[in-house]
């Protein structure tokens, strides 16, 4: 009966809504998503359960019925247009593996098998062989000897302090520990320290499981003392072999880049590595002699105590690569704006996984279909969004972000001049908590969209007001780092953008116990959070593309540019360099932002009728429009120095770590080489790379205000 | 009498264009635009006549005068916006000259005064001193001594013909002929040769006067063997000291590269250089010795036998130049537009002179001022324009496009999101005989215009029939060269654009005898060509302004790209290269065109009431989007290799010569490399450029499409 009376209202709510066009038609049909009436735990389980049954890797037919599942998922729903968007990329599976560890007698050599165990009961013991063994993905081929050595996480300044130490691990394999900084990055960091070979494994004090009467997966949430993390060490963004431009499928192909050619591009690891559990880890540390290593550098109680080495342990690492042109699949689901159908707003999340990816990603395309699935029901119920709403769900993101980045190139000029926004999910649930990323006028949409939405964790209070309990000024993140699908619409083409999960980070990442039994047991058992981050993810979704101008406020980035600006102040106080020229263009944007804003409040102000009959909407869009194009303008053609693929002046990743997300990348590869250096030119790059930001700052202030100088 | 029924008519239909939004009432206000009761020849020649009063070189008291007369012209007229633009850039003039030719004895040494002369009765005469000494803008400074040796127009094919002789120009100071490239180019090949100097002078057999019983000005149009043609010898485009970002005036100023950054930067002269007469070239031509000439390389019937030399006629050449930060000004007003104010349709000519420039540029600036005020008129009787008109007076163009250039690359991101098209009128008259240049897309929109106005040299038949009369079939230029101010809009950031004149060059060409006088005594003795130069570019500008759905036909940029590539194939024809993929592409835009051009030829069928209230506008404003915005994806954010300025792949200067105006010079640049250097690698990156603009062709086809792959 009730959901009679709410059809009845929705209907009479609808019939007026067509004679008045009264905005709150919208807002009561945003208010309808969120509501409990229309979220399907149920059905979000089903899709998570569904896409995992197997492991389904990037390029595997597995990953392809995937695609297949989701496609047809997005098709049943009314108005949903779909296809597939396939490229050819370049992909890498281990052909052969081998690792021995030389001891000091009497300890006899260990070959260790590199196998995550199965344990007893696992419902997925069949289809475990389709796990991929433990590699590397874009890893060197090769076979190398020495002594190994311990370089805690494999930072710069982790061989900053091996070096104070008076060690060198030129010639030798390094051991390092997976936690801080991106695993590409600790490759490149060995390489660049003169190592051969690497091997990075997961260390129980970061990763749980193992020492003492602790519990591991499927009795508690931690990691397997066999448990491997696996992933790429590819440093760029999509497939290497076209570097800026899509891997089309055409007869004759695309252009593609030579083995040697992309070697030489400066992306891809020039020595071996393979990742290894953290029981291998431990046995291996305990051949190193040798300093002891200082304290921070230790494992947990349990741990024996860690050394530094070179040796006397001698590694054996043998690995080969089978390198795969194949053909991957975006699934592109539109639903067309029935006002501004030139107008996008994007929803991202992958697919593809490492083992099963119950977390990572297809919680995330479980929150999709959702998402999708709850737009079909409001649009059964009248609603149709003002702008473009797309579905992407992205292949290949765990090889490099290929998936995105391909279509990103291919349909780059169209996207630059019609994106509103991209919103990635790529992770949706991996425990409680709500975590946001985004760049900064997106800040308080997503506030307000937190404001909204009960706090899945506890039913008295919304996600905002848990936000709040926990920290007292809720933090968002930004989008610096090249972690997920969002890198190529922020980093490469300047789209505003957010990244949002629930939890932070989870100890079977990237291992075959990142499946179904995990989520449902630990994740997320009642699948609320998942509901809770498709409301979240829909919600700012909807206020994108509905509202009638763009809810984005850039007093937010202003302050954000301002705190960076006085942070480099700070840094560089005592250099020859002027920070004037940037201060003085956040001056600009702060006040073309209060322009805007103040012109948006008069605007609204003088909405309704009059507003309406004057054929004013060209007005709306222009004001969208600048807000819109803002952000791209923060973007250089000639991008950064040396990474021109990264057109962001503001956010990309830094040079030394992938995952690293601080302001004015360029400045601070700058400063990092000046420091270094110490020349006048290394300086005078630095006071260079200051100008450039101070341009593109005054560029985007330009757009925001809309006036020609 | 007539006058007052006009009005009433025009009131009568404002009044009925209000209720019905009548589109003929848009073709009334352009046929009234071209009428001849709107144009006024008298205030066109009032213009010019207070505009070359003195000369006015960039950077000069007088061009800021001349500034101020636009500025307050447009001022004056109802509903333009002004305001002045300006930038400090670095410009040059003659510190100090000195020119000596040492001949074999018996003749004695020559010292030349290097001065133009001052005819008897010369109205200018009182003011002559203000003119410049005659020189290279952004010349080397030095001094050099060496033979001379004759290298014909200085092309890179006439260095190989002096090769072949076996003539080596190494050590020697060359004396080059004005014509076929630009000077800056003679400069630059001279030093890649390995000469240390360069004079260039002006042959009569190009440029007239001189020789025989000819006459010359103020008697006919020729050039007096005084005169001397000044120029910039600079390859770039912009500020020097600013390469790619604005010279923008503020506390503490802009980034400015040092005189050596720009040395190094390679777009600035590395030998000093001097522009001479005719009759010093003649005199200096007479102390070459060695081998004669080709016939080719020969003067007029009445000129010595030219010779290559070197020698024995020994140059003494010293230039030094002042360098200065000087204040440019460009005048912008702006006519807001009814309904879309955030598209723009910009009009644009230079005002700086190197003397009077009653033909160069002021011809022009003459015209523009009647376009504005016609437009005004317009304004009077009703019309509003649908798009916003904006007027460029530039300023610096003839030291490198300057004043153009810095207002682009400041304005670089709005533009780039909001201009329909620039149409540049430089000299609009030099002579008889309409001449246009554009991006295709506008070839059909400029024909149709040429088929509305009068030719002014023959009041029977309109401007297009007199062109079909000389040609069958009327050709439109390109914009590759670097010749005048579209450049940064053309090449820089891809914008649809024109270039349009009447008169194909003129002797006294950046002589201080393009004055007033010249003009009215032989470049337009009636002001009837500027009257039809004003009425053509306004009415494109018109047509672009007020047609509801943009006037663009990609089919002939399909046809131009399509004859370009089968060129490009038989030039390929022996080498191993592949030119499918650009076929291809090119095919892509072929079916996208006939889309759009389907898509709108079905809207015109739809359009009137049920269209208007169905709010459709949208739809016209996304179809007008896709039209505009595929020029723009024409560019390649990296640019060309080793010209990154220079982002459009299919229109822009080639390497040797600035002028010229090939189609693909990215693939061209290659292809000359290649040719020199014949190794596999050298092939190869012929390859990759065909790649390159393949791929920006198919992202041109997509936006044109304006679907998502």
Redesign the interface.
């Known amino acids: 009966m009730v959901g009679k009376m709410i059809t009845t209202i929705i209907a009479i709510a609808t019939s007026l809504s067509l004679l008045f066009i009264s905005p709150s038609t919208k807002s009561y049909y945003h208010s309808l998503y969120i509501s409990p009436s229309l979220s399907d735990n149920e059905s979000i389980s089903h899709h998570l359960y569904t896409l995992t049954r197997r492991p389904h890797l990037a390029g595997t037919e597995a990953n392809s019925e995937a695609a297949t599942y989701v496609l047809s998922t997005l098709s049943n729903i009314n108005h949903v247009k779909t296809h597939l ?1 396939e490229y050819d990329v370049l992909l890498t599976y281990p052909d052969s593996r081998s690792l021995t560890l030389t001891r000091p007698s009497p300890h006899p050599p260990i070959t260790f098998t590199l196998r995550q165990e199965v344990y007893e009961g696992d419902p997925y013991a069949d289809v475990a062989d389709q796990v991929e063994p433990t590699f590397h993905a874009y890893a060197k081929s090769g076979t190398v000897k020495g002594p190994v050595g311990y370089v805690n996480y494999g930072r710069v300044e982790d061989y900053t302090t091996l070096k104070e130490m008076g060690i060198n691990v030129s010639g030798c394999i390094v051991l390092a520990r997976y936690g801080e900084i991106y695993r590409g990055d600790i490759v490149e960091n060995a390489y660049e320290a003169g190592a051969i070979g690497v091997l990075i494994y997961t260390d129980r004090k970061d990763y749980g499981g193992g020492g003492g009467d602790t519990k591991w997966f499927p009795d508690d949430k931690w990691m397997p003392p066999s448990g491997v993390q696996v992933g790429s060490v590819f440093n760029g963004a999509g497939d290497p072999t076209t570097p ?3 891997s089309t499928i ?1 007869e ?1 192909g ?2 593609r880049l030579s083995e040697d050619e992309v070697e030489k591009g400066g992306d891809v690891p020039l020595i071996p590595s393979l990742p290894i559990s953290g029981a291998d880890g431990e046995e291996i540390m305990r051949s190193i002699g040798g300093l002891v290593a200082n304290d921070a550098w230790q494992g947990d109680k349990d741990a024996p105590v860690y050394r530094v080495g070179p040796g006397p342990g001698i590694i054996d690492l043998s690995y080969k690569a089978k390198q795969v042109i194949s053909t991957i699949q975006n699934v ?1 689901g ?1 639903i067309e704006g029935a ?4 107008r ?1 707003v994007i929803l991202g999340n992958h697919r593809d996984a490492w083992t099963y990816g119950a977390v990572d990603p297809n919680s995330g395309t479980a929150a999709l279909l959702e998402v999708a699935e709850r737009l079909g029901k409001l649009q059964k119920q009248g609603w149709k969004p003002r702008r473009t709403i ?1 579905f992407c769900n992205w292949d290949a993101e765990e090889y490099g972000l290929i998936g995105s980045t391909e ?1 990103v190139e ?5 996207l630059a ?1 019609k994106v509103v926004a991209y919103l990635n999910v790529d992770i949706a649930v991996s425990g409680p908590g709500f975590q946001a990323s985004a760049t900064p006028q997106l800040d308080q949409l997503i506030i307000e969209a937190t404001k909204q939405v009960q706090d899945p964790d506890n039913s008295s209070q919304t996600v905002y007001e848990s936000m709040v309990q926990t920290t007292n000024n809720p933090k968002i993140g930004r989008l610096g780092g090249g972690g997920s699908d969002y890198a190529a619409f922020v980093q490469h083409i300047g789209v505003p953008s957010t990244d949002m999960s629930f939890g932070n980070g989870y100890p079977v990442y990237h291992s075959m116990y990142d499946d179904f039994v995990w989520m449902s047991n630990f994740g997320d058992p009642m699948f609320c959070r998942h509901a809770a981050a498709a409301s979240i993810w829909g919600l700012v979704a909807l206020k994108l593309a509905d509202e009638e101008i763009l809810p984005f406020n850039y007093d937010s980035y202003v302050h954000e540019l301002q705190v960076s600006a006085e942070d480099l102040e700070t840094e560089l106080s005592d250099k020859n360099i ?1 920070l ?2 940037l201060f ?1 263009s956040i001056e600009k944007m702060r006040k073309a932002a209060k322009q805007i804003n103040d012109e948006v409040k008069e605007m609204k102000i003088n909405k309704g009728w009059a507003f309406k009959w004057k ?1 004013q ?2 007005k709306v ?2 004001m969208n ?1 600048r807000l819109m ?1 803002a952000e ?2 923060l973007t250089d ?3 950064l120095s040396g990474r ?1 693929w990264y ?1 962001h002046l503001i956010y990309a990743p830094s040079k030394h770590n992938d995952y690293g997300s601080k302001c004015f990348p360029g400045i601070d590869d700058a400063v990092e080489n000046a420091k270094s250096l110490n020349t006048e030119d290394s300086w005078h790059s630095v ?2 790379e200051i ?1 450039r930001v101070s ?1 593109i700052v005054t ?2 202030s ?2 925001l205000r ?1 006036e ?2």
């Open positions: 968007a800026g431009w899509p055409e004759g695309c252009e592109i539109i006002e501004e159908p030139d996008f797309v279509w291919e349909n780059r000029e169209m001049s002027s004037i020229p003085k054929n909407s060209w869009r222009a429009d194009m791209r303008a053609r000639e991008g021109p057109k006071q260079h100008w341009r560029q985007a330009l757009v809309g020609l100088t």
